[in-house]
């Protein structure tokens, strides 16, 4: 196997100093560095004496034109309507909302109070018909128990006889009309 490296270069040691800083730096050994010097002028076509890199600057400064170019054509074809169009959406949506409040919410507080109200007289309805319904109980057992007071005076009345006094009948009379009463 043939030894490539064959060949060497001289140069001062200040520029080694440099050499080494800037091997350092980049984390590769100075070899390594030095033959990826060498392709990136060759690839590059650059003059290492021209600091500036005019190529470069000129590069760099038709790319800016081109990316400029294109941002300002995406503004024109895209952000302005867009922007444009979120404007108009706002506006609507401020006028529904606008709406909402107005209208639909006045109505719901309208309709919450109608609500109440007629709560309100579900509540009283009910009340009547459980009085209601109290009161028929009521009558029930008044008719039961009138019912009961006329079949004990009926039952009396027929187990008097010619001979019974009048005392008896008015005593039975009396008695009949006080429970009539306590009803």
């Known amino acids: 196997m043939e030894d490539l490296n064959t060949k060497s270069v ?10 080494l800083t800037t091997a350092l730096k980049l984390g590769r050994p100075k070899r ?14 650059k003059d290492p004496l021209d600091l500036n890199d005019e190529i470069l600057k000129n590069t760099l400064l038709k790319s ?21 169009d979120v404007r108009q959406m706002i506006t609507s949506q401020k006028t529904l909302i606008d709406f909402f409040n107005t209208h639909i919410i006045n109505h719901n507080t309208t309709l919450l109070g109608n ?9 009283e309805l009910d009340e009547l018909i459980r009085l209601i319904h109290v009161r028929l109980d009521n009558k029930e057992k008044l008719k039961k128990e009138f019912v009961y007071i006329f079949e004990s005076y009926v039952k009396v009345r027929d187990s008097f006889g010619l001979m019974t006094s009048g005392k008896e009948k008015e005593e039975l009379i009396l008695k009949i009309n006080k429970q009539i009463s306590s009803l």
């Open 10 to 19: 001289r140069y001062p040691a200040s520029v080694d100093a440099k050499f």
């Open 32 to 45: 390594l560095l030095f033959i990826q010097m060498v392709d990136y002028f060759y690839k590059s076509k």
């Open 64 to 84: 800016h034109k081109e990316y400029i170019g294109f941002i300002k054509t995406q503004e024109t074809e895209l952000l302005i309507p867009i922007k444009t």
């Open 115 to 123: 609500q109440q109200k007629q709560i309100n007289k579900f509540l």
